[in-house]
């Protein structure tokens, strides 16, 4: 199984990104597809989950800013980040897991400065 996270970069204050995160090995439409965070020296953590069925949670923290969603036929997971603050600056992880194990992405850095 592998995930390759991609569309990171520096964004301004108050500017939008969309990352994705092409799949291969699994079945993205039969699994909980996620995308956790970590900034420097804190512990990673979750920032947006959707489920199988298209039930959704968020990090309170970017509700109404972010945005999950999949594409199914191209096995890919996206997150639309909008309003982005400086405390969003981290590294961007593709989370999924099925019967056979948990998988991770490389990450992609996004950061979030003037």
């Known amino acids: 199984v592998q995930l390759v996270e991609s569309g990171g970069g520096l964004v301004q204050p108050g500017g939008s990104l969309r990352l994705s995160c092409a799949v291969s090995?699994?079945?993205?439409?039969?699994?909980?597809m996620a995308w956790y965070r970590q900034a420097p020296g804190k512990q990673r953590e979750l920032v947006a989950r959707n489920t199988r069925v298209g039930s959704t949670d968020y990090k309170d923290s970017v509700k109404g800013r972010f945005t999950i969603s999949r594409d199914n036929a191209k096995n890919t997971v996206y997150l639309q980040m909008n309003s982005l603050k400086p405390e969003d600056t981290a590294v961007y992880y593709c989370?999924?897991?099925?019967?056979?194990?948990?998988?991770w992405g490389q990450g992609t850095q996004v950061t979030v400065s003037s």
């Open positions: 090995g699994t079945i993205v439409s039969l699994n909980v």
């Open positions: 989370n999924t897991n099925d019967p056979w194990g948990s998988y």
